[in-house]
T-cell receptor
Framework: AQSVTQPDIHITVSEGASLELRCNYS??????LFWYVQSPGQGLQLLLK??????LVQGIKGFEAEFKRSQSSFNLRKPSVHWSDAAEYFC?????????????FGTGTKLQVIP | NAGVTQTPKFRVLKTGQSMTLLCAQD?????MYWYRQDPGMGLRLIHY???????AKGEVPDGYNVSRLKKQNFLLGLESAAPSQTSVYFC??????????????FGSGTRLTVV
């Protein structure tokens, strides 16, 4: 069974500081991986995705993530955080399951940005 | 604007009442999904549909029914609401072969409270 672990429930960073959100996944084959962001009262928005090729993927809003197969990780990074990045971030893993592309979400990491 | 529209945005039900949540997408997506989001539990799949006229159970289907009579609409029904169904409900959609290429498009959610 596929699963996702986001070990950090809540992270606080100062504006302008770098950010890394952790994500570990479990999946038997090559997974496809996503990061979504959810602002308060909103739905989830896709930040970036990985399904093959270059293991460092670029997304929107200046975010990037690196797929590390040996560590089963897909950590999200941003070199300099802005106050508008305060939101909840979800990692997700997908794979084929009986013809259906099943996607499993992590429990989320809430990011607080302090001035 | 293209996207996924959910109605209503908020609803309060009494225990035992029934209601239907509507999800509509205008992107010609084949796949549609209903998730519930609860604190500390991430998103859990309730039901999904891989095409018009087809539905299938997800992780937490009990107490819910769905229908997809038209490709653009996916309805979630609660026949007899229970307090345990208090949650935020999200609808999402994706292209049939393309969840791993495009990810999901989410609606903005329905906040349901059952008293």
């Amino acid at each position: 069974a596929q699963s996702v672990t986001q070990p950090d429930i809540h992270i606080t960073v100062s504006e302008g500081a770098s950010l890394e959100l952790r994500c570990n996944y479990s999946y038997g084959a090559t997974p496809y991986l996503f990061w979504y962001v959810q602002s308060p009262g909103q739905g989830l928005q896709l930040l970036l995705k990985y399904f093959s090729g270059d293991t460092l993927v670029q997304g929107i809003k200046g975010f990037e993530a690196e797929f590390k197969r040996s560590q089963s990780s897909f950590n999200l990074r941003k070199p300099s955080v802005h106050w508008s990045d305060a939101a909840e971030y979800f990692c997700a893993v997908g794979g084929n399951s009986g013809g259906y592309q099943k996607v499993t979400f992590g429990t989320g990491t809430k990011l607080q940005v302090i001035p | 604007n293209a996207g996924v529209t959910q109605t209503p945005k908020f609803r309060v039900l009494k225990t035992g009442q029934s209601m239907t949540l509507l999800c509509a997408q205008d992107m010609n997506h084949e796949y549609m999904y209903w998730y519930r989001q609860d604190p500390g539990m991430g998103l859990r799949l309730i039901h999904y549909s891989v095409g018009e006229g087809t539905t299938a159970k997800g992780e937490v289907p009990d107490g819910y029914n769905v229908s997809r009579l038209k490709k653009q609409n996916f309805l979630l029904g609660l026949e007899s609401a229970a307090p345990s169904q208090t949650s935020v409900y999200f609808c999402a959609s994706s292209y049939r072969p393309g969840a791993k290429y495009y990810g999901y498009t989410f609606g903005s959610g329905t906040r349901l409270t059952v008293v």
